[in-house]
């Protein structure tokens, strides 16, 4: 029975290795676009490929880096400045780039420039920190590969991006596991999208390496300036000695996990870019292999102790589990006082918000409906109790959460806020990603993802009073990637932050709760505001990208997306309203709520096959372009 089992895996790993020997021709003939070239990674790929004869095109962030850089390697290099953060620097280098390689077009991209500071407890960090290095590692990837996209689809090239084992598992709290999910998912969208095109898309998932980004003097600098600048009362919330403590044990950790060979990370990076078959997902590192990536599979009670714990107890606690009978029994206890506790619920006009806030009205909640619309604000009272308020929101604006927290703070008053539920949010524009202009997927990541980290941060202190609850709306889509445009990176992006915050704030009494719905019929679905929106966007491309999908492509696009949304789509809402309801009146709330039936039985259980299994369903789902 043995050699049964053994025989086809051991045929499969040799024909793996077989097809990825194979590597492409000509490389002097072409042109590799690198970020992040001053130093760690990308410096030392830029001289690696140029030494394998690539005409590489490297982009610094400094005229030093530049400078060090061309020392180093042959005339072939060229060097540019590049501020990914800038559109207009992004779309200069691209005019350059588009200059100097003509007709051949570029093969490849990699998306390397990245930072990671600040990073620390979520309540430490301010919105403007999440911002800063969400627009560095997630919009810059982003805005770089839209505008060179045209150039690679002429050579049927690579796009190669930079994630991080942190873009599977949040083990610590900050922006930089949020934007490495979202590269995650946009990594995912668009190599499904270029398939067809014959454009290979590749993600490097690198565990601890020593880069400047793992730097331990900056990373501990950066938690000491963090922890100065807090409130003398949140200092005492956490201790004297938390301080120390931490800074011990991240000295510990990186002296265990750091490891000094990047030419592990290199090998994969050039493996993707050289390799006629490259792979889908590259882990460079033993701890990315061993530990982190078997991690990001294991039922979230399990990697939350993990994440916490010292690295001694990580084999002990990986075994352990709860029995099953014990969990039901657990589950069902329920908190008491309804009536003495406030909720704080986004985007209430319509959909899972104004079901929940009716709902929890009718338990004797204390209910704050924010609303976007007067319209809904109005409808939503005359359907309620005197007991709910409403006010309005935008959560774009964060001078419109500062008001809606000085109306929550008057209302709760020393009791502080019990629950806090970020539903608000919208699905488009989606789409190929080659549709869509950067500003196409800030609409999305603003309301959907800076919004939710925005208000959340604005509405800590509150919560912290009353050790309550926050409940973060993200999707089945915040596991897999099933459409291009800002939705998926966004949710991927919650799922982040909500597990480091959960992380965070546990030592508060604060617990956090994800909510993942399947597909179902509220605004956010709508078919007929979804395939006008395609349509604007459809309408809008140049004639020669219409002219690669081929004439009909569009129509069965709509159609497919018609058919798949008619089966999917539930119009039982309270599935997720149920699901709320419990992660608030629970005593022991879950960490993670899958709503719906496809949920449950279909898309989680596809979210841990491997890519290729995902990538071939994804695709018979939707139609192939001409090309």
């Known amino acids: 029975m043995f050699m049964y089992v053994f025989v086809p895996v051991a045929v499969c790993f040799i024909y793996r290795w077989y ?229 011990d044990m991240l000295d510990s950790r990186f002296r265990q996990l750091t490891d000094s060979d990047l030419m592990k990370v290199i090998s994969c990076m050039e493996h993707a870019v050289s390799a006629v078959h490259p792979r889908t997902r590259y882990s460079p590192g033993w701890d990315a292999k061993l530990l982190w990536l078997p991690l990001s599979y294991m039922p979230t009670c399990i990697t939350d102790r993990v994440a916490l714990s010292h690295m001694v107890l990580t084999c002990t606690l990986l075994l352990a589990a709860l029995a099953a009978v014990h969990w039901y029994i657990r589950d069902s206890y329920k908190v008491d006082a309804f009536n003495k506790k406030h909720v704080f619920i986004t985007g209430c006009d319509s959909g899972f918000g104004n079901l929940l806030a009716r709902q929890l009205d009718g338990k004797g909640f204390h209910v704050i409906a924010a609303c976007l619309t007067e319209k809904g604000a109005a409808d939503l009272k005359a359907a309620a109790s005197s007991r709910l308020k409403t006010l309005l929101l935008n959560v774009t604006d964060s001078s419109s959460i500062g008001r809606a927290v000085e109306f929550v703070s008057k209302e709760v008053g020393e009791r502080g806020l019990w629950g806090l539920v970020n539903n608000a949010g919208r699905s488009t524009p989606i789409g190929p990603p080659e549709w869509m202009q950067f500003e196409d997927f800030a609409k999305v990541l603003d309301v959907n993802l800076i919004g939710v980290i925005d208000v959340t941060l604005q509405f800590l202190p509150l919560l912290k009073k009353a050790q309550g609850r926050v409940v973060n709306v993200a999707s089945i889509l915040g596991r897999l990637t099933l459409t291009g445009g800002g939705y998926c990176p966004s949710k991927y992006g919650v799922e982040a932050f909500s597990d480091s915050l959960r992380r965070d704030m546990q030592h508060f009494g604060i617990k956090v709760s994800i909510i993942e719905p399947g597909f179902f019929k509220t605004a956010v679905t709508q078919i007929d505001l979804i395939n006008a929106d395609l349509t604007r966007l459809w309408t809008r491309l140049p004639q020669d990208i219409k002219d690669s999908y081929g004439p009909s492509y569009f129509d069965d696009y709509l159609k497919s997306q018609d058919f798949s949304m008619n089966i999917l789509c539930s119009p039982d809402i309270s599935k997720v309203t149920r699901c709320m309801e419990h992660a608030l009146t629970a005593r022991y709330p879950r960490t993670r709520y899958s709503a719906g039936w496809d949920a449950k039985f279909f898309w989680i259980p596809l979210s841990y096959l491997p890519s290729f299994v995902l990538d071939f369903v994804v695709r018979s789902l939707l139609p192939l372009p001409k090309a």
């Not at 800038?86 to 990245?114: H, P, Q, T, Y």
């Not at 060179?148 to 596991?177: D, H, Q, W």
């Open 19 to 247: 097809k990825e020997r194979k590597r492409v021709p000509n490389k002097g003939n072409k042109y590799v676009y690198i970020t992040g070239c001053d130093s760690g990674f990308g410096n030392v790929l830029a001289k690696h490929l140029d030494q394998l004869g690539f005409c590489v095109i490297a982009s610094c962030y400094t005229e030093k880096g530049e400078d060090e850089l061309k020392k180093n390697a042959s005339d072939r290099l060229t060097t540019i400045h590049l501020d990914v953060t800038d559109s207009e620097s992004v779309r200069k280098a691209a005019a350059f780039i588009k200059s100097v390689v003509g007709e051949k077009g570029l093969w490849a991209v990699v998306n390397n420039a990245g930072v990671s500071v600040p990073s620390g407890p979520t309540d430490w960090l301010t919105i403007d920190d999440f911002k800063s290095m969400i627009s560095v590692n997630l919009y810059g990837v982003i805005d770089v590969t839209l505008s060179v996209l045209p150039l690679i689809k002429m050579t049927k090239g690579r796009v190669v991006n930079v994630a991080s084992v942190f873009g599977r598992i949040s083990p610590f709290g900050g922006p930089y596991c949020v934007s490495k999910y979202g590269v995650e998912s946009f990594n995912d969208s668009l190599r499904l999208n270029m398939a067809p095109f014959g454009v290979k898309v590749a993600c490097i998932e690198p565990g601890f390496f020593k880069t400047n980004v793992t730097d331990t003097a900056l990373v501990k600098d950066n938690i000491r300036n963090l922890w100065d600048k807090l409130p003398q009362d949140m200092k005492d919330d956490y201790g004297q000695g938390f301080l120390a403590s931490s800074l």
